[in-house]
């Protein structure tokens, strides 16, 4: 494994850290300190995550063009860094969606340079593995973070914005790490990459990579933002100041799934994790629909992390595998971008489901979405086993 895989790891890790920090505490900032309401506030993270998606499309083709992954990346972690202190100033909706917003312009920046990089100095032999680690090591920062929420907080006699001050410390060190930890790689095809990318040459990504892009959408349709799963353990009697264990349950297991489900992919087709990954969504919706308690409710949020191991990691050498090299950051921009819009049309729905019917109906709806993503799934797993068996 390259040293600059796990220092990418490492770098995802603090800056996650810092981000679920935040993250654990939003739900109820927003909706107890700020008067936010349900609907707001999965128009806020719909919108975040959609910005984020779609400004990877641009810095995906600009990491083509000059062949400098790592510049790029600084820049998207640094952006990350500064919008920091704003969370804990807020005193209306409007400056979080507004910190929201240049933050995650920041991921978008950074996010599909970093995956490109990621394929640049990895050999194709155990790209999944590679692609499993640093989502594993990001994900340690994603539960590490909400742990350090809640000490904070029980520490700080339930004071959420001297807590949210706090999550400036790990961005400040992932900036420096990445500034002075990794080394820039260009792609192999430089003068390729450098050349201006046409509408017209997307056409040689190819229906396999496009495939991809569609499962990620229906898969982005039943995953809306993890706030809710916060608010759901609210709902059912957990403290506010312990509701941070949501994501500190959701994603240990995501962590310890993610390398091993990449490395399974690299010997299986890739598709059979993910077809896994869709069940446990379906029954993590399915169980958060009806828990009448905190009890069911981390269960089903353990099946969400074990749907998340199981998924993302893979889906991102999936995009790897389809792409063309010299396209391959573009590529990862279309991937979230389509993905992103989805997710944006999810949190909106999931808000608006909420506000008007109730959890309930909200997490239906994201469960038929993934028995959705899981049939088409299915087809296409079938299709290519057919069209490898004919003549």
């Not at 975040?48 to 062949?67: H, N, Q, Y």
């Not at 593995?129 to 590490?144: E, S």
């Not at 506010?240 to 264990?245: C, G, Q, S």
């Not at 999810?346 to 709806?365: N, P």
């Given at each position: 494994?390259?040293?600059?895989?796990?220092?990418?790891?490492?770098?995802?890790m603090f800056m996650d850290l810092s981000s679920e920090m935040v993250h654990a505490l939003l739900p109820a900032?927003?909706?107890?300190?700020?008067?936010?309401?349900?609907?707001?506030?999965?128009?806020?993270?719909?919108?975040?995550?959609?910005?984020?998606?779609?400004?990877?499309?641009?810095?995906?083709?600009?990491?083509?063009?000059?062949?400098?992954?790592?510049?790029?990346?600084?820049?998207?972690?640094?952006?990350?860094?500064?919008?920091?202190?704003?969370?804990?100033?807020?005193?209306?909706?409007?400056?979080?969606?507004?910190?929201?917003?240049?933050?995650?312009?920041?991921?978008?920046?950074?996010?599909?340079?970093?995956?490109?990089?990621?394929?640049?100095?990895?050999?194709?032999?155990?790209?999944?593995?590679?692609?499993?680690?640093?989502?594993?090591?990001?994900?340690?920062?994603?539960?590490l973070g909400p742990l350090a929420a809640i000490l904070l907080m029980l520490a700080l006699s339930d004071n959420?914005?001297?807590?949210?001050?706090?999550?400036?410390?790990?961005?400040?060190?992932?900036?420096?790490?990445?500034?002075?930890?990794?080394?820039?790689?260009?792609?192999?095809?430089?003068?390729?990459?450098?050349?201006?990318?046409?509408?017209?040459?997307?056409?040689?990504?190819?229906?396999?990579?496009?495939?991809?892009?569609?499962?990620?959408?229906v898969f982005s349709l039943a995953r809306f933002s993890e706030a809710f799963l916060i608010l759901r353990a609210?709902?059912?009697?957990?403290?506010?100041?312990?509701?941070?264990?949501?994501?500190?349950?959701?994603?240990?297991?995501?962590?310890?799934?993610?390398?091993?489900?990449?490395?399974?992919?690299?010997?299986?087709?890739?598709?059979?994790?993910?077809?896994?990954?869709?069940?446990?969504?379906?029954?993590?919706?399915?169980?958060?629909?009806?828990?009448?308690?905190?009890?069911?409710?981390?269960?089903?949020?353990?099946?969400?992390?074990?749907?998340?191991?199981?998924?993302?990691?893979?889906?991102?050498?999936?995009?790897?595998?389809?792409?063309?090299?010299?396209?391959?950051?573009?590529?990862?921009?279309?991937?979230?971008?389509?993905?992103?819009?989805?997710?944006?049309?999810?949190?909106?729905?999931?808000?608006?489901?909420?506000?008007?019917?109730?959890?309930?109906?909200?997490?239906?709806?994201?469960?038929?979405?993934?028995?959705?993503?899981?049939?088409?799934?299915?087809?296409?797993?079938?299709?290519?086993?057919?069209?490898?068996?004919?003549?």
């Amino acid at each position: 494994m390259p040293r600059g895989v796990w220092a990418l790891g490492f770098v995802s890790m603090f800056m996650d850290l810092s981000s679920e920090m935040v993250h654990a505490l939003l739900p109820a900032f927003l909706v107890g300190t700020l008067g936010a309401s349900v609907a707001v506030l999965g128009l806020i993270e719909g919108v975040a995550e959609a910005t984020a998606s779609i400004t990877k499309v641009f810095s995906g083709w600009i990491s083509d063009r000059l062949g400098r992954r790592k510049l790029l990346a600084v820049i998207g972690y640094g952006l990350a860094a500064a919008t920091k202190p704003v969370f804990p100033l807020a005193v209306t909706p409007l400056e979080v969606l507004g910190a929201r917003f240049l933050d995650r312009i920041g991921k978008g920046v950074r996010g599909a340079p970093r995956d490109a990089l990621v394929a640049d100095i990895t050999p194709a032999s155990v790209r999944g593995l590679a692609y499993g680690v640093r989502q594993g090591l990001d994900t340690v920062g994603a539960f590490l973070g909400p742990l350090a929420a809640i000490l904070l907080m029980l520490a700080l006699s339930d004071n959420i914005r001297h807590v949210l001050a706090w999550a400036v410390i790990p961005a400040l060190a992932a900036v420096a790490l990445l500034a002075f930890g990794v080394d820039d790689v260009r792609p192999r095809a430089s003068g390729a990459a450098r050349a201006p990318i046409r509408w017209s040459e997307l056409g040689g990504l190819g229906p396999a990579f496009w495939a991809v892009v569609l499962v990620g959408a229906v898969f982005s349709l039943a995953r809306f933002s993890e706030a809710f799963l916060i608010l759901r353990a609210q709902d059912v009697g957990l403290p506010v100041a312990f509701a941070p264990l949501v994501l500190v349950v959701m994603n240990v297991v995501y962590s310890v799934v993610a390398a091993p489900a990449g490395s399974l992919s690299d010997r299986v087709d890739r598709r059979v994790p993910l077809l896994a990954g869709l069940v446990a969504l379906v029954a993590a919706d399915t169980v958060l629909a009806f828990a009448s308690g905190v009890g069911g409710v981390f269960a089903a949020v353990a099946l969400w992390g074990l749907h998340m191991g199981l998924s993302q990691g893979v889906l991102s050498a999936l995009v790897a595998d389809a792409a063309p090299e010299r396209l391959r950051g573009t590529a990862f921009g279309l991937f979230n971008l389509a993905s992103g819009v989805a997710l944006l049309a999810a949190s909106t729905v999931a808000g608006a489901l909420w506000s008007l019917y109730g959890a309930r109906a909200t997490f239906l709806a994201g469960g038929g979405f993934a028995l959705l993503a899981a049939l088409l799934l299915s087809a296409m797993v079938r299709r290519s086993q057919s069209s490898r068996g004919s003549p």
